[in-house]
Nanobody
Framework: QVQLVESGGGLVEAGRSLRLSCAVSGMIVNTVAMGWYRQAPGKQRDLVASIFSSGTTNYVDSVKGRFTISRDSAKNTVYLQMNSLKPEDTAVYYC???????????WGQGTQVTVSS
């Protein structure tokens, strides 16, 4: 059913920017709440940004003002614009449905973001 393919990660120096993409199949992104999550080695996977069907967005304090989540209905794709990257942003980034009952235990492969100091 739902398939999520993240892309756009890479190795960048602190202060640089990256734009992550999440191509969604089997679900219309504008009809559900979507989020970007990240997981650093040895740590839990945390939600960092979300966008609701209304267009309302939320961010964890550590990325607020630096990251922007958006979506393109024509491409059925969710984006995460990441500016002023910091080493502590280093993690594997995943997109997924925000509602647990809808996403179940499915996760894509994620995309690695590494920020050097």
């Amino acid at each position: 059913q739902v398939q999520l393919v993240e892309s756009g990660g890479g190795l960048v120096e602190a202060g640089r920017s990256l734009r992550l993409s999440c191509a969604v199949s089997g679900m219309i992104v504008n009809t559900v709440a979507m989020g970007w999550y990240r997981q650093a080695p040895g740590k839990q996977r945390d939600l960092v940004a979300s966008i609701f069907s209304s267009g309302t967005t939320n961010y964890v304090d550590s990325v607020k003002g630096r990251f922007t989540i958006s979506r393109d209905s024509a491409k059925n794709t969710v984006y995460l614009q990441m500016n002023s990257l910091k080493p502590e942003d280093t993690a594997v980034y995943y997109c997924n449905l925000l509602r647990v009952v809808l996403r179940g235990n499915y996760w894509g492969q994620g995309t690695q973001v590494t920020v050097s100091s």
